[in-house]
């Protein structure tokens, strides 16, 4: 049965057009040598500021079958107060935060930082997938995707 809500069944060519820009997404940045699992550390960072459970569960899952840890994945939310990530990882988080909340965390222009340890191409992968996640996550919260044990 489909669920009313479901946008992705309503509208699967829309749907199946954002499943293309993440598989672009992650091939620029396989291409731009940004690490897989950097690139799932982004998407659980950005589904957790989205409060998106579907995709926290996803990812997280992915992320522990790359080899990621239950502990690193326990603080993710508050890298900036540990010493768990490396600069390449910390770089790609605070690009995430700022893109993910766009309004709020300063100019997403401003990218000092984040090129000390990022190339160009790193900083623009880092970003398409921040940007597809988190319409992954507006659909899978309004259509109130299943999350269960």
């Known amino acids: 049965m489909t669920h009313p809500n479901r946008i992705n069944s309503l509208a699967p060519s829309a749907y199946d057009a954002l ?4 598989q672009e ?3 620029f940045a396989e291409r731009a040598g940004l690490s897989p699992g950097v690139a799932e550390l982004v998407k659980i960072r950005a589904s957790q500021i989205n409060g998106c459970a579907f995709c926290l569960r996803m990812h997280s899952k992915q992320a522990r079958e790359q080899g990621e840890t239950p502990d690193r994945l326990a603080v993710l939310s508050a890298w900036r107060e540990t010493e768990y990530f490396t600069p390449e990882e910390r770089a790609a988080l605070s690009l995430t935060e ?7 965390a300063g100019s997403p222009y401003e990218h000092e930082r984040e090129q000390m340890v990022l190339s160009n191409d790193q900083i623009a992968a880092v970003q398409w997938i921040v940007i597809a996640i988190n319409a992954f996550n507006r659909v899978a919260v309004i259509s109130e995707f299943d999350v269960k044990p």
């Open 98 to 104: 700022k893109t993910t909340l766009i309004a709020t």
């Open 25 to 27: 997404s992650e091939e």
């Open 19 to 22: 499943l293309v820009l993440s």
